[in-house]
């Protein structure tokens, strides 16, 4: 009977991951390629590692401990673009080669320091990522508002299990010293296939959720000010400034909005609008435009026909997931039920008489998604 590892299983999975992602976006677009190469390099890792722990390959070590330096380092370079409002570029990922150059040369000239360098990469990127994180979802302003809190988890994910690996290092540091590595090949089997299938998973939601829009040079700007107890009289203005863009040209219509195209719209840095938003409204960017989203859904709940998904789409989601949470969180309850409890009938259009002796058929104001 053929033995088939199970890394060779998540490595089919995050093959079909890679495949959707290109399928659903027509191609891959520039601001997604690094989500692609990081999925890429999952795969990899998982083949190598079933061809190292399924059949006892040892001489694959060396290129194991490369590709988890680049691993790391396009974890960084995938979710700082979202980060970013510019495309990404070849001078921003050149540095970050440097600790898989670094690693190859260490397993040709002087194997001993590997370990604990490639530990130091994924704990080094790992709170790189945290930090990153500190802004919350409207810190990723590359990220569509409609999918900013998945991308936001998804960066969470990526820095944990990065920490994560760094900490399964050690603790199989530790078992080679006291056991002689009696545990070490099932830590470094089941810790990497789960951590690889998750990273993979969380890629590509992240990709998923990022704007095509191309990005433009990017101008100087001021700096924004830093975080205030309470909303200033520039935040209420800007506020102010944001709603009456939101309700003269209906931005939150478009599935591709994000922070960055807001702010550029304002003529602001996207940093200057999310302090605004937070202070004035006490919710994030993506929740704010949300609003305005799920405003315009339940007004058309209540006064048209048209399938749920396609007022879905008119007021500016993607996700039908996405939507029902958002829904369900300012209204409590889903739109089937919302349209079922609050549908009118259109205005200025009477019903017809019906004979009075003759049974009219029975009719539904009610249409299901």
């Not at 990526?158 to 900490?167: D, I, R, V």
């Not at 998973?201 to 959720?209: E, G, K, L």
Request: proline content about 8%.
């Amino acid at each position: 009977m053929i033995f088939v590892p199970l890394p060779f299983i998540v490595t089919l999975l995050l093959v079909i991951l890679a495949i959707r992602m290109v399928r659903q976006h027509d191609g891959l677009a520039p601001e997604r390629w690094p989500f692609l190469t990081l999925i890429a390099l999952y795969a990899l890792q998982s083949v190598l590692l079933g061809l190292r722990w399924g059949y006892d390959i040892i001489a694959l070590m060396p290129v194991q401990a490369v590709l988890a330096a680049l691993i790391a380092a396009f974890a960084w370079i995938s979710f700082s673009n979202l980060a970013r409002d510019t495309n990404p570029s070849w001078l921003r990922l050149a540095p970050h080669l440097l600790p898989a150059a670094i690693v190859l040369v260490l397993m040709i000239f002087w194997r001993g320091p590997v370990g604990i360098f490639i530990t130091a990469t994924f704990a080094a990127y790992g709170v790189a990522l945290f930090w990153l994180a500190r802004h919350g979802p409207d810190g990723l302003v590359s990220s569509r508002l409609d999918g900013a809190l998945l991308s936001y988890r998804s960066l969470l994910i990526t820095a944990t299990a990065l920490l994560a690996s760094a900490t399964a290092d050690i603790v199989i540091s530790f078992d080679f010293y006291r056991t002689g590595g009696a545990h070490a090949g099932a830590v470094v089997a089941i810790g990497n296939v789960i951590s690889l299938l998750a990273l993979g998973t969380a890629a590509a939601i992240a990709s998923s959720t990022q704007s095509t829009e191309p990005a433009p040079s990017p101008q100087p700007q001021p700096p924004a000010p830093a975080p205030a107890s309470g909303p200033t009289e520039e935040d209420g203005a800007i506020a102010r400034s944001l709603n009456e863009l939101m309700q003269a040209r209906q931005l939150y219509r478009d599935p591709e909005l994000n922070l960055g195209r807001i702010a550029r719209r304002m003529n602001l840095p996207a940093r200057r609008v999310s302090i605004a938003v937070n202070r004035v409204h006490g919710a994030s960017v993506s929740q704010y435009v949300n609003d305005f989203r799920i405003r315009a859904a339940r007004e058309m709940l209540e006064k048209s026909d048209e399938p749920v998904t396609r007022l879905m789409f008119d007021c500016g989601f993607i996700s039908k997931s996405n939507f029902n949470r958002e829904f369900l969180r300012l209204t409590g309850t889903n739109p089937t039920d919302y349209r079922r409890r609050h549908q009118t009938r259109p205005t200025g259009k009477a019903p017809a008489p019906e004979p009075e002796l003759l049974p009219a058929p029975r009719k539904t104001l009610f249409m299901s998604p």
